[in-house]
């Protein structure tokens, strides 16, 4: 796809990889237009009569699935759409998945028979949860508990999946691939949280639990059932040392390596959101 004029849809354009999406197609001189609840035109999964005005002239799309791939029922509504998207002329289909998530391959084959020009990419633990998402909290408050011991993730920054997606849905030659998109090397949670303590020049401690206890501190802290299901499910399933490899999706599509964690936490520390009023 070589023509600016053609229009390329974002989904969650608003949101953690979608809005940086957004922001590299427009370097890149593409029309674009954001999907979402929160703005630009309205997009809603669950609202299916939202879909038809979204993909209208549209011919290529980035699929991010809200909440997640692994809720019930995923496979069957992103085929739907991806059906729909191809009926409309958008042959062009990049969605996101779950690195290592089993319940997301459902919907990856759904789309891959849906007659589209597809690519999946696969991506590990976001690095940007720990500053745009549930962890940011507790990071702040100087105290990250999660059900999550020695096992090992590379995690990935949220500005390569967009860079990757950008490349991919502007360039020919990836269609029909599955990239698997992480970070240059392995950390645990544990190093993580070192890192971030280190890039903002605070202590914050780290500790592991059991599951069950984490879930039981969610309900009790007001959380929502589906969402403590589903963090409880990819701490017990994504997190059980099966990704526990780096990938070269990033150096595959960009022509250079992935970022690094360290280089994350360096820079989201200069930004101030990891430091508060009452942090030492």
Known sequence: ?????????????????????????????????????????????????????ALDGVRAVYVSYYPDLAV?????????????AVASGARRLVLLSGRGEESAVATEQSVASSGADWTVLRASWFAQNFS???????????????PAGDVLEPFVDADDIAAVAAAVLTEDGHTGTVYELTGPRLLTFAD??????????REIGYTSVPADDYAAALTAEGVPADVTDLLTYLFTTVLDGRNAQVSDGVQRVLGRPARDFADYAHDTAATGVWTSEDAA
């Open 72 to 84: 019930p029922g995923a496979p069957e509504v992103v085929g739907a759409f991806a059906e729909l």
């Open 132 to 146: 745009e998402n549930y962890l940011l909290e507790p990071v702040l408050a100087g105290d990250v508990v999660l």
């Open 192 to 201: 993580a949280v070192a890192a971030i303590a280190d890039a903002s020049g």
């Open 1 to 53: 796809m070589t023509d600016n004029e053609e229009l390329t849809l974002v989904l969650g354009g608003t949101g953690k990889t979608g809005r940086r999406v957004v922001q590299q197609l427009t370097r890149r001189g593409v029309r674009v237009r954001i999907g979402s609840r929160a703005g630009g035109v309205p997009f809603d999964w669950e609202d299916r009569s939202t879909w038809a005005g």
